[in-house]
């Protein structure tokens, strides 16, 4: 026996793919793994999309808040400040004060200001619209990030996919009550607004309809318990979450659970204005559209911290907390694409995907013994280390194994000793013909290597084209195909080769066709 | 053991009209039933929603379609068993975008007293995220088409690049009309395997146009008849080999790999019979069609030589400064 390059590297692949291969096949602390898709673990995956309209909404919404603050701050009188989808509208009733109005309004980014004598309209630019729009897609991706972080599954994805979803993933969900905990917890809006009641028609809200209360500048919200209490609130919020810094779970002196907030500098200093300012009126905290509490306004609070108590259980509360604390969604989101898989089932798949493996790789091994003996054990040498350099190429990039990953693993156990049937076929035909054993080796190699060539790439374009436009699960099944391709190019051709040129010695005292071939010669 | 000892070449080629009827036959037969039928696409390209139900026992139907019948979400709904009696899955046609209120835990509640059962799995893909997946998924189909003609055209010659295209086409009709025939579900995982196939059916093809190639340079026969026969019959050893290897794998995959990769591998195990039969009944003769002349091509390689020998005895001359 003669050691050779071929046998040197084919060792060293070897090697590579068992150390490689062992963390994720033992499933060692450390080293490198495969990740187990969703649909063999069992998880969440959500492709979520954005209503930017919603967004550009809450945007007109915000400046008309803080248009009312600065005309009430300056004692500026104005009147009709009213909005709609795409602008504000107010009037000026002191025109020496348009001007300030004016460069108060145009200090807003992106504002398009238009004054028409005592009026002043308020829209945006093409432009920054389309930059509310991007950003309320960025923003969700970050909220939705920072939210889950919290949450305590470990690594959860969420990423941009294409210009306007968002792919969120969650691995190791166990209980339909821990979804629907993360569910809840990724779309609640936690959009936090302080409202005043309109103490003046509030008695006749239960008479009132929405059109009714939109004519004098309010809105009807329900309570957050009894959906039945209705209240009757200025539209334009007083302040809204934007201005929150912290938000934690406390507890009340009932001991039941709050959630204490802080605002920043300019949120406190609004607050502090308008609580001092309506001193024995109502303060509605309202989050995501109902109203949490109703707080009559004893003095002037200043120091801007707050308190929403309302019916919640500990966990609940917690969940709240996180949600302010990320920040709101500046728009609402909605489902596309939702795949989950309980772990029962992906248990179930894992154990269905390896019987066919090992059933599969069983038939293979002793299909090709009976049928080439020596050529066939050296084939199925090929074929072993075959899967272990595919195990450690795929821990390495910690690839994700997905049920037709799986099946891609299956299909190249049956595919891969094709290149070893091309080459043991070509030796045959060569030996048939007369030729020497090296020369029958050598040749059946050259002549079978152009064949296997041309074949193996174009299985690897149609699995890389697979890979580009494939989604989700899909894209395990190519990365598995083409490692296991590009794998049994190094085992098959060059493996093998190695371990002929090794016996080659043995091979041509012994002749014997039938023992290493399987022909009579 | 050997299953084909090569003696002399089998006359493949005289039995090719024969095997073209029975292409023809099978191509129209399979889109009389893609017309007739239509392809049964599922949620990944139709959108719809599916809820996967495990029961400790025989799963209700009966029941279970009573309980769902008052429940607007249901509407339409079909129920059928999945891999075994246990198991069954609802189909709907819509889907609801809300994200916290799910369709699992509505027909948990739905189905609260038809037993002991547990939801294993919920898809719901809006419409959308279907016709995107339609629209990528047609474009990868066409995508490695595209390029491996290409490529193929490149190493070989046009006539094989469109001889093997030809293959490619009967063996992915042939497929489609039996996951047609048999009202399998076309999801992601069905388009998957006719990408493989394509792949698979393109491999088998271009072993045996390699041989016939290498017959083409070595052998003073011009006859291109006699040429494929005899490479065909020797590389049907192999053919047989591979094609029966990965069957074996695929069959083990159907049988014991779960309901979920059952499509997947059916359309494959039609694709491996399909693309094995293909690569010596269909693609051979479609060169023959083509009229590939041995004779012509002989002729180009023998000026292509000589071009390259002129150009090597020109750098030489050039290199030792002869010019």
Avoid: C
């Amino acid at each position: 026996m003669k050691l050779n390059y071929r046998i040197v590297i084919f060792a060293l692949a070897i090697v590579f793919g068992v150390v490689f291969s062992v963390p994720s096949l033992l499933q060692t602390q450390g080293g490198k793994k495969i990740t187990l898709g969703l649909d063999l673990q069992g998880g969440l995956h959500m492709l979520l999309g954005v209503k930017t309209d919603e967004a550009l909404k809450s945007r007109i919404k915000s400046i008309a808040a803080s248009v009312k603050h600065f005309a009430d701050r300056n004692d500026i009188l104005i009147d009709g400040l009213t909005f709609d989808e795409n602008s504000v509208r107010v009037e000026v009733l002191d025109s020496d004060e348009i001007k300030s109005f004016d460069e108060f309004l145009s200090k807003i980014e992106g504002a398009k200001v238009a004054t028409n004598d005592s009026v002043i309209t308020v829209s945006f630019t093409p432009q920054e619209i389309e930059k509310i729009k991007k950003l309320a897609i960025t923003q969700a991706i970050e909220t939705i990030r920072n939210r889950l972080d919290q949450f305590g599954l470990s690594e959860p994805i969420v990423a941009r996919q294409g210009e306007e979803k968002i792919l969120v993933e969650l691995a190791g969900i166990k209980t339909p009550e821990e979804e629907q905990r993360a569910r809840e917890l990724i779309s609640r809006a936690a959009k936090l607004e302080l409202m005043a009641v309109d103490e003046d028609r509030n008695a006749r809200v239960y008479n009132m309809s929405d059109a009714d209360a939109a004519s004098y500048g309010d809105v009807i919200l329900p309570d957050a318990k009894n959906p039945k209490i209705k209240y009757l609130v200025h539209e334009i919020p007083i302040l809204d979450g934007s201005m929150l810094t912290n938000a934690n779970v406390g507890f009340d002196q009932n001991n039941r659970p709050v959630i204490n907030f802080k605002l920043n500098a300019e949120g406190a200093e609004i607050f502090g204005d308008f609580t001092g300012a309506n001193v024995g009126k109502r303060l509605a905290i309202v989050l995501d559209g109902k109203v949490f509490s109703a707080p009559n306004i004893n003095e002037r609070i200043g120091g801007g911290a707050g308190q929403i108590s309302g019916n919640y259980t500990v966990l609940e509360a917690k969940d709240l907390a996180i949600a302010l604390r990320s920040g709101a969604l500046l728009a609402p989101i909605y489902l596309m694409e939702k795949r989950s898989v309980g772990p029962s089932l992906g248990a179930d798949s894992i154990k269905a995907s390896m019987v066919a493996l090992i059933g599969g790789f069983v038939l293979v091994i002793v299909f090709m013994i009976i049928y080439y003996r020596m050529a066939g054990i050296i084939a199925n040498i090929a074929l072993i280390a075959n899967l272990f350099i595919l195990l450690a190429v795929m821990s390495l990039f910690g690839a994700t194994l997905t049920l037709p990953g799986m099946a891609g693993i299956v299909l190249t156990v049956g595919m891969a000793v094709d290149a070893n049937v091309i080459i043991t076929e070509r030796i045959r035909e060569l030996i048939y013909e007369g030729k020497s054993m090296h020369k029958a080796i050598e040749d059946g190699y050259a002549n079978a290597m152009r064949a296997i060539l041309d074949a193996n790439i174009t299985t690897l374009i149609a699995s890389i084209v697979l890979y580009v436009y494939g989604t989700g699960a899909i894209k395990g099944f190519a990365i598995t195909m083409s490692i296991g391709i590009l794998a049994s190019m190094l085992t098959a051709i060059l493996g093998t080769h190695g371990i002929y040129q090794m016996l080659e010695s043995k091979m041509n005292k012994s002749k014997n066709y039938r023992f290493w071939f399987g022909i009579k010669g | 053991m050997e299953f084909f000892k090569y003696k002399h070449p089998l006359d493949f080629m005289g039995k090719s009209k024969i095997a073209m009827a029975i292409s023809i036959i099978l191509i129209l037969a399979s889109y009389a039933i893609l017309a007739t039928k239509g392809l049964n696409y599922g949620i990944d390209f139709a959108g719809g929603t599916i809820v996967q139900v495990k029961y400790d026992t025989e799963a209700p139907i009966k029941e279970m379609r009573e309980q769902l019948k008052g429940n607007k979400l249901f509407d339409n709904a079909s129920i059928t068993e999945f891999g075994s009696p246990d198991e069954v899955v609802i189909r709907m046609k819509t889907t609801t975008g809300n994200v916290t209120q799910d369709i699992g835990d509505v027909t948990r509640e739905a189905l609260k007293g038809t037993g002991n059962f547990e939801i294993r799995r919920v898809d719901i893909v809006g419409p959308k995220v279907g016709n995107e997946l339609k629209e990528k998924g047609l474009m990868a189909l066409f995508l490695s088409v595209a390029a491996i003609l290409i490529y193929v055209a490149f190493r070989f010659e046009w006539r094989f690049a469109i001889a093997s295209i030809v293959a490619l086409i009967h063996d992915v009709s042939i497929a489609m009309g039996a996951v047609a025939l048999f009202k399998i579900d076309v999801n992601l995982d069905v388009l998957a395997a006719i990408l493989t196939l394509l792949g698979y059916s393109l491999n088998d093809t271009i072993i045996v146009f390699d041989r016939i190639r290498e017959g083409i340079v070595k052998s003073k026969n011009v006859n291109l008849a006699e040429i494929i026969n005899e490479s065909i019959t020797r590389t049907l050893a192999r053919t047989t080999l591979t094609s029966l290897t990965t069957f074996f794998v695929v069959f083990t995959l159907f049988m014991f790999g779960g309901e979920i990769i059952h499509a997947f591998a059916f359309t494959l195990l039609v694709g491996i019979i399909v693309g094995t039969y293909s690569s010596i009944f269909v693609a051979s003769p479609i060169l023959m069609l083509f009229g590939f002349d041995v004779k012509k091509y002989h002729t180009k390689l023998a000026q292509k030589a000589k071009r390259e020998a002129e150009k090597e005895r020109m750098r030489a001359q050039f290199e030792s400064g002869v010019m």
